[in-house]
């Protein structure tokens, strides 16, 4: 029509290019940000799985190793108490040297001992306690490997780096070098890692006390928290009168939702340890307090699986005579227990995963013996793998990957298990 | 064990309540002309003698339990001789405790006095007894409680009605739980932190530049006198924040608007769930990635082009709490923009914006209080994040802006404070708790602003 139209479409036109330039950029940017997080996510699963997986294979040295009764200092027929006395680690010694023949110095004896762990002698030890015809004999036995000759057979430990850096000397890779050739050394599945408690050797620590602690702690925890979560959520869902106190609870699971848990594990330490002088280092805290931490995430997830039960139950059970305990007891739970199971193992994951406030009450000892109980002292996975991290050997490095592997496996189990529960009832 | 031993006898006197009046019901009931004549079901009155034998009695239980070891130590000091009985208080409690644990047999005569051994020979009688009468008393208790609710059963005794009000009580006290922590948690840090700040300035704390709680162990000892400034410990744990919130924002926002606004409902399906792993992540997990993996790179890293990185640096920290963060920002940003009527996307677009002219111009206006909010509740919960910082950050204090040097912050200095064994009335140990309770509140009120701030945002829309 006139110019100026076609001014500014000539205007409008030149200005796209830019904007759909911009428009492209900014997709970009978003794809870029998903990327990010997936780059980030594989880069911290695939440096634990790294890390973590030699750790499931355990080396173990062929030592010809000769029960000598006399180096064991038995004589003709050891009682069981002489046995447990006895001198394995001689025994082992001596068949390290039957073996190097050609090593002589002091030092280089001593690397060469190194080579075999000092869970050895107690492994030779059941051995002759099970079958005492042993005394005497001569035979071929796998021996548990040291964590650092295990390193170098896992091929961790390379012999570029300089001998001063390393805690395995040149000599002691030949040595093992001789063994490997000879068919004398062999790895196979860790299944001590699962059996034992934890240990000062990294080839003898397992996460057997930590995973029976984290049991007996989980235990507790929904114990407490389960009932009383669906108990509140109910009663504020379904009886709760509009009214201040009413408000205070809500805005007080809102605001503990938020708690840092390093806080909990201070009320844990001034109340229940110090004031009801509860055991330290007890499942039976560590799951209360848990259980206080992990209360409003089920009561939130329990309220929201309340409030999605159709009224039209509700109403039914009331017109034929139910009293409003009976119509949610009887009718409005049962429908709405996939989703509370589902919130509640969500929560149950949290505290599985949780250490902070654990290492407030005591929860960071060293411990050997599986608890048996809920007030034995014990640990939990995350603090065993923290205590692990800590470790300077490098051996405890591939532990720690190794249980963080484990832990993630629970946790994914438990994930799957709620995802798989909302999924199953969702259609109805 | 005991306590075990008491609590099943406890609930085998429940559940004989339960069976006896459920039947003596039945009995009134048929004797009265038929069971409908009853108010209730025969299994009402059984839940009422169940609940009337059960919980008087749990409550003594409980109370037993709180006070017995208490009152054990009142009785049996009193028979200590009398200089004993002039300690003051830490030492009582420590003779105390070893004469305890002479009776249980954990320590050899050898390491206790003959006044202690008295003492515990006193001790051992009024435990055996106090665990007697305790089972007996409950046992009382219980029996009395089941009976008067049998001896309460008539026909017109409205059974379901009394049950149904105590259940509901029962399901108040399970709410009201909530409030209890917060006000046991206010508390116990209030108190000590109240202790700690008898001993050391509070406007020392405060405004103190200087942080390093070693404290002269004997008063003799020199050049241990303790500095409590909380200044450089708020400066570290504020910077490691900053630099989790540079990694996290950016990503978690940008993030939740390509899922809600560009990418495909089958992408958005798989990609969501797959993020979201990060934040079922442990955090202990993340803290062995960042003092194992991530801290050494960096400082390779910086070598490589020059520059001096510490090992436990407030950028490897940073970097992998902010890793940690990404899903929590992105899937509240989600939320807020999803929130954002249609309408508004809907005319902007044909307006003939383009899709990110939309975002820019409209949604992330609208949605900018909520998605302030958001990066608030990200804030707080990188102040409170503990095991990350533990195992990667530094412990000695500096008042630094540089996320090249090793910071400390408020939640290392609380868990190297109280982990390990420690003297309870120490201020070194109090001043955890006077941490804890700076801890409590700034997030607490970051918290408050931040719901506040996406409540309004939402009512805005609805």
């Given amino acids: 029509m006139n110019k100026d139209t076609f001014k500014n479409t000539k205007r409008i036109e030149a200005s796209l290019k830019k904007r759909y330039a911009r428009e492209r950029r900014f997709r970009l940017y978003g794809q870029l940000a998903v990327l990010t997080g997936f780059v980030f996510l594989f880069i911290l699963l695939f440096d634990i799985v790294s890390k973590g997986s030699p750790a499931f294979t355990q080396q173990y040295l062929k030592i010809t190793v000769h029960f000598d009764a006399d180096s064991l200092g038995l004589g003709a027929s050891p009682s069981e108490e002489d046995i447990r006395q006895a001198n394995f680690s001689g025994v082992i010694k001596a068949s390290l040297r039957d073996m190097f023949p050609e090593v002589t110095g002091r030092s280089d004896k001593r690397q060469l001992y190194r080579l075999v762990s000092i869970g050895a002698e107690y492994d030779l030890r059941d051995r002759v306690l099970d079958d005492s015809s042993l005394l005497g004999e001569r035979k071929d036995i796998w021996l548990l490997a040291h964590s650092e000759a295990a390193a170098y057979l896992k091929g961790q430990v390379s012999r570029d780096i300089p001998e001063a850096e390393r805690k395995l000397k040149d000599i002691q890779m030949d040595w093992l070098d001789t063994l490997r050739d000879d068919g004398r050394t062999r790895g196979s599945f860790n299944t001590q890692f699962f059996q034992y408690g934890d240990s000062r050797e990294p080839e003898l620590a397992g996460i057997r006390a930590a995973l029976q602690g984290s049991f007996f702690t989980l235990l507790v925890t929904f114990l407490l928290a389960f009932p009383i979560g669906v108990f509140a959520a109910v009663y504020l869902e379904e009886f709760a009168p509009r009214n201040r106190i009413t408000d205070l609870i809500e805005i007080n699971i809102n605001n503990l939702a938020a708690v840092p848990s390093i806080v909990f594990g201070l009320l844990g330490l001034a109340v229940f340890i110090n004031f009801f002088e509860l055991p330290r280092s007890a499942p039976l805290v560590g799951g209360i307090v848990l259980s206080l931490m992990t209360l409003p995430t089920i009561i939130i997830t329990s309220r929201a699986a309340i409030q999605s039960v159709s009224p039209s139950i509700r109403q039914a059970a009331l017109g034929v005579g139910a009293s409003k305990l009976q119509t949610v007891f009887h009718h409005v739970l049962p429908v709405a227990m996939p989703g509370i199971l589902t919130g509640s193992i969500i929560g149950m994951a949290q505290a599985l995963g949780e250490s902070a406030p654990l290492l407030m009450i005591g929860m960071v000892a060293f411990i050997m013996d599986v608890p048996g109980s809920v007030t034995d002292p014990s640990t939990v996975l995350p603090v065993q793998i923290y205590l692990w991290a800590d470790s300077p050997e490098r051996g405890f490095t591939e532990k720690t990957s190794a249980a963080i592997m484990v832990l993630m496996g629970f946790l994914i189990l438990m994930n799957a298990l709620a995802i798989y529960l909302r999924k199953r009832f969702e259609v109805k | ?462």
Wanted: aromatic share 8%.
């Fill in chain 2, 1 to 462: 064990m005991q306590t075990s031993t008491v609590f099943l006898t406890l609930l085998a006197l429940c559940a004989v309540s339960f069976f006896v009046a459920r039947h003596r019901s039945r009995l009134v009931g048929m004797a009265g002309g038929g069971l409908t004549t009853l108010n209730s079901l025969p299994k009402h009155y059984g839940y009422m003698a169940a609940l009337w034998a059960g919980l008087p009695a749990l409550a003594l239980f409980v109370a037993w339990l709180v006070l017995e070891s208490t009152v054990l130590q009142r009785l049996v000091v009193v028979t200590l001789p009398a200089e004993i009985q002039a300690m003051p208080p830490s030492e009582q409690g420590l003779y105390y405790n070893q004469l305890v644990a002479y009776a249980l047999g954990n320590v050899d005569a050898s390491q206790v006095s003959e006044a202690q051994v008295q003492g515990a020979r006193y001790y051992s009688e009024l435990a055996t007894a106090s665990k007697q009468l305790k089972m007996l008393l409950v046992s009382a208790v219980a029996v009395l409680g089941g009976l008067l609710a049998v001896l309460r059963i008539r026909p017109d005794f409205r059974a379901r009605n009394h049950v149904e009000t105590i259940f509901t009580s029962i399901l108040f006290i399970c709410s009201f739980i909530a409030v209890l922590t917060t006000l046991g948690i206010v508390l116990s840090v209030l108190f000590e932190a109240i202790r700690f700040f008898q001993v050391i300035d509070i406007s020392d704390f405060l405004f103190g530049l200087q942080w390093s709680p070693q404290m002269a162990i004997r008063a003799d000892q020199v050049g241990a006198s303790g500095s409590f400034g909380f200044v450089p410990l708020l400066a570290g744990t504020l910077l490691i924040s900053f630099v989790a919130m540079v990694i996290a924002v950016p990503v978690g926002l940008m993030s939740a608007i390509y899922l809600s606004e560009y990418a495909s409902r089958r992408f958005r399906a798989v990609t969501k769930p797959v993020l979201e792993i990060l934040a079922g992540v442990p955090t202990v997990v993340y803290g062995f990635f960042a003092a194992l993996t991530v801290a050494p790179f960096l400082r390779n890293l910086g070598e490589s082009i020059g520059l001096s990185v510490a090992s436990e640096s407030a950028l490897a920290a940073g970097l992998v709490m902010g890793i940690m963060i990404i899903p929590f920002v992105m899937s509240l940003s989600d939320d807020i923009i999803s929130a954002v009527p249609d309408t508004m996307r809907e005319a902007s677009l044909g307006m003939g914006a383009t899709m990110s002219e939309t975002i820019r111009k409209v949604l992330l206006p609208a949605a900018l209080p909520g998605i302030v909010g958001g990066i608030l509740l990200a804030v707080s919960r990188a102040i409170g994040e503990t095991m990350i910082v533990v195992m990667a950050a530094g412990l000695s204090a500096k008042l630094t802006i540089n996320p090249l040097e090793a910071v400390t912050t408020i939640t290392v200095q609380i868990v190297t404070l109280l982990v390990g064994d420690q003297e309870f009335d120490s201020p070194k140990t109090l001043a955890a708790f006077a941490l804890g309770l700076v801890l409590f509140f700034v997030t607490l009120m970051l918290n408050i602003v931040a719901l506040y701030v996406v409540r309004k945002y939402r009512e805005q829309y609805e």
